[in-house]
């Protein structure tokens, strides 16, 4: 099972960005994707998560009504939608996978930078 992002790069403040995360090896029907990020010199951080058995995604508060995960299930794909962003955005980003019930998430990514200048 991996899990690979793709999407980074540099962008002017107020502009949008789109990340994917692609599956493979998902032979399961319960999973959970989530994104996370790392700036320089702060904790990781999760943005969002979106679960084959729940018809909700979570969000960050700092990212609410800016960010939005969604899944392409034939291409075993979920995207991240960036807009509105801010330089505070500025991170490298993950995508990770947990499979079923489990608390931890498993599976990680290599990650993809996003800059974002002012």
């Known amino acids: 099972l991996q899990v690979a992002e793709s999407g980074g790069g540099l962008v002017q403040a107020g502009g949008s960005l789109r990340l994917s995360c692609a599956a493979s090896?998902?032979?399961?029907?319960?999973?959970?994707i989530g994104w996370f990020r790392q700036a320089p010199g702060k904790e990781r951080e999760g943005v969002a998560c979106v679960s084959s058995r729940s018809a909700n995604s979570d969000y960050a508060d700092s990212v609410k009504g800016r960010f939005t995960i969604s899944v392409d299930n034939a291409k075993n794909t979920v995207y991240l939608q960036m807009n509105s962003l801010k330089p505070e955005d500025t991170a490298v980003y993950y995508c990770?996978?947990?499979?079923?019930?489990?608390?931890?998430?498993?599976?990680w990514g290599q990650g993809t930078q996003v800059t974002v200048s002012s």
């Open positions: 990770a996978a947990r499979i079923g019930a489990g608390v931890h998430y498993d599976y």
């Open positions: 090896g998902f032979a399961v029907d319960y999973w959970t």
